[in-house]
């Protein structure tokens, strides 16, 4: 039986979504896999927004169900972290025990996002000793990707988390870094 | 034997995150719950940042695992977006078919927090029909709370996703939308 690979990632709003999709199934296609991606199916229609999302909702988690393996986009997405859909699908398939690899197109640490890019470089230390933003709030350090909830759930399960710097203008559609978490699974899952 | 709760939110992130944790724990406890929270056991020691931060990962898994319920505070978080922490104990709880209910202390739609807070009301129809920023990417349009895939899957299983608007002063530490699902909770799983 051929491996399923779910393909997560903020692509969906991209303005060539479509086409950047169809790239990154070609290329697991290519890599000996079966790839799930999101929108790929028909979603049947609904009288309401709501019901809409809903039904979208049901049609993607029907794919992870049935995948074996995913592959999560965290390049952060509208602000210093990753896109929370995608950061929902690697959770889903961590609790459903599935195989996890991830990747993010920036090898800026979350601690260094937070600190300049959030807060402009303006912290300093809080009375408990860690590291706060002038809105008092705690500024992770654990030399990770992104909020240890994220980078944990990938190792602790022996997954993958391939970081890799990449000009902003590319940021959102490179996919050399796809391609590693492609090998790194095929060796893996396809030996 | 008793219904253990995993209270999951940014207010670890606080610099009275340890205060506002016992209290939501106390509020659990006298809905006749078991709370588990983030936080509460010792981490062992570990040589590096990296380490410590898979260490605390392992904690909360580890508490995830013996839970019946989580309750996640979705409140945005730095951004327009609910914590990612949070969104990924969220999606593990799903994944792993857990009771989830959800809060959060904003009435307004992800699409308002997109369209004003993100691209300062600067949006347009994109040529495919989808509304936009001025970087290209579409903005989802579902009247929910959040990302489409975090709202599904609470709804999906029927939980509840409480929403309420706190006034920006106290979003992140006000109780009354985490009561108000403990209140639902203890209705469906203590009855």
Redesign the interface.
């Known amino acids: 039986m051929r491996v399923k690979v779910y393909l997560a990632g ?1 692509e ?4 060539n ?1 479509a086409e950047i999709q169809k790239l990154k199934a070609e290329l697991a296609r290519a890599a000996g896999f079966t790839p799930l991606v999101p929108g790929d199916l028909e979603i049947p229609p609904a009288p ?3 019901q ?3 039904a ?3 049609v ?2 029907g794919m ?1 169900l049935a995948a074996d393996i995913i592959i999560a986009n965290l390049t952060p997405f ?8 995608t ?10 025990s599935k195989h996890v690899y991830a990747y993010t197109n920036t090898s800026r640490s979350y601690y260094e996002r ?1 600190l300049h890019d ?1 807060y402009g470089g303006k912290a300093g230390l ?3 000793g860690r590291m ?1 933003g002038p809105d ?3 500024i ?5 990707a ?8 990938v ?2 399960r022996e997954g993958r988390l391939v970081q890799r710097e990449v000009p902003e203008a590319d940021r959102l559609t490179d996919l050399q870094a796809f391609k590693e978490c492609l090998a790194i699974a095929a060796k893996r899952h396809l030996a």
């Open positions: 903020p969906v709003f991209l303005p979504a309401t927004k709501h809409r999302g809903l979208i909702y049901a993607d988690e992870m509208r602000g210093i972290s990753a896109d929370v859909g950061v929902f699908e690697l959770g889903f398939m961590c609790g459903h937070i959030h809080r009375l408990d706060a008092g709030l705690s992770e350090d654990f030399d990770m992104d909020n240890l909830m994220l980078d944990g759930g190792l602790r």
